[in-house]
């Protein structure tokens, strides 16, 4: 395969998933809103836009870190390239650029897509708009990821679309995680009250983990909840499955076996997957959640490099 085509894939993917996740990541304050007075989160939406590593950019073009200016930044600044239209039109010319190596039935489901949220953000959304936007965000994420598997043929190029989405996704559901437990509780009082009861709740369903949480656990702990999310090695959202799961679709990329490597890329995913394989809940709390997830963030950052160094960069001549 084309290092071309292949990138191609990795990122059409790897957009269309961020840009589910922007929409999870927003809609953890969303919800929470719906359960606690607003004046209790006025404070809550400059965090959402520190997590993203933009925060000079934002007040550089909007100032006051209001629901609306972060709604519209996160959410249609065409400007910011990790909003949520951003994300879907850097997936259409990515899709357009293999649409003969890709299905005409994901071409179609990523175009409908951006076309839906390029008119979107062409009207005026109001809040309860917004309430229904993001679910639909993440619905027709989920249906270019049902129709790829369905459409297309489970080769190299499907390999490479798996591996871009498993790793956005790892990466996002630490950020979705570091949002609750480093910055949304206002005070160390709230600790195990209902209002942070409520917010780690939020979390879940923002994550479409609740349900499956529920069915593992009786009662709300922030504990038993980031172990769910963290090493839960049969939920797909959760960091371990994700990342279990992208390392065998970089050994079929690579024909070696899961256990060994032949390049960068492989020994980063793997020495990354099994730390966190034998590491405890206990241990990350030790570190701090949120240096642990830092510190995650940025070895997974690390490991995009590598991919984009094992099978796309031009080797430099010797």
């Known amino acids: 395969m084309l290092s071309r085509v292949a990138d191609s894939i990795y990122w059409l993917n790897r957009y269309v998933e961020r840009a589910e996740n922007v929409a999870r990541f927003v809609e953890v304050n969303l919800n929470l809103l719906l359960d606690t007075p607003v004046s209790g989160f006025t404070q809550q939406w400059e965090p959402l836009v520190v997590t993203t590593g933009d925060k000079a950019l934002f007040h550089e073009r909007y100032g006051d870190a209001n629901a609306q200016n972060v709604l519209q930044f996160l959410t249609f600044d065409s400007e910011y390239s990790n909003s949520v239209l951003s994300c ?46 993001y679910p639909e965000v993440k619905l027709a ?23 871009g ?29 209902p209002l ?41 959202r959760s960091i371990q499955f994700c990342l279990i799961q992208a390392e065998r679709s970089l050994h079929q990329i690579t024909g070696t076996t899961v256990g060994s490597w032949c390049n960068s890329s492989e020994r980063k995913l793997g020495r990354l997957r099994s730390e966190l394989e034998y590491m ?4 990350v709390f030790e570190i701090g959640l949120h240096e642990f997830l830092d510190q995650f963030q940025t070895r997974l950052n690390i490991v995009g490099e590598h991919i984009y160094e094992d099978f796309v960069a031009v080797p430099l001549a010797s």
Do not use: C
């Not at 293999?98 to 009207?123: D, G, P």
């Not at 959304?125 to 309430?131: K, R």
């Not at 270019?144 to 598997?149: N, R, S, Y």
């Not at 405890?280 to 241990?283: A, F, G, R, Y």
């Open 165 to 193: 989405r498993l790793l956005e996704r790892a990466d996002k559901t630490a950020r979705i995680l570091d949002v609750k437990y480093y910055i949304l509780l206002p005070s160390v009082t709230d600790v195990g009250s």
């Open 196 to 236: 942070d009861e409520l917010q780690w709740m939020a979390l879940l369903k923002s994550a479409s983990a609740y349900e499956m949480y529920r069915k593992r656990q009786h009662r709300i702990t922030p504990e038993s909840i980031t172990k769910f999310l963290i090493f839960d090695q049969e939920f797909p």
């Open 280 to 283: 405890t809940i206990e241990e």
């Open 141 to 163: 994420s989920h249906l270019f990821a049902g129709v790829m598997d369905a459409t297309m043929a489970h080769n190299e190029g499907w390999h490479f679309g798996q591996l």
């Open 88 to 133: 879907v039109k850097s997936a259409r010319e990515n899709a357009r650029a293999v649409r003969e190596t890709i299905s005409s039935e994901m071409w179609e489901q990523v175009n409908s897509f951006y076309l839906w949220v390029k008119e979107a953000a062409q009207t005026e959304t109001t809040e309860e708009q917004f309430y229904r936007f």
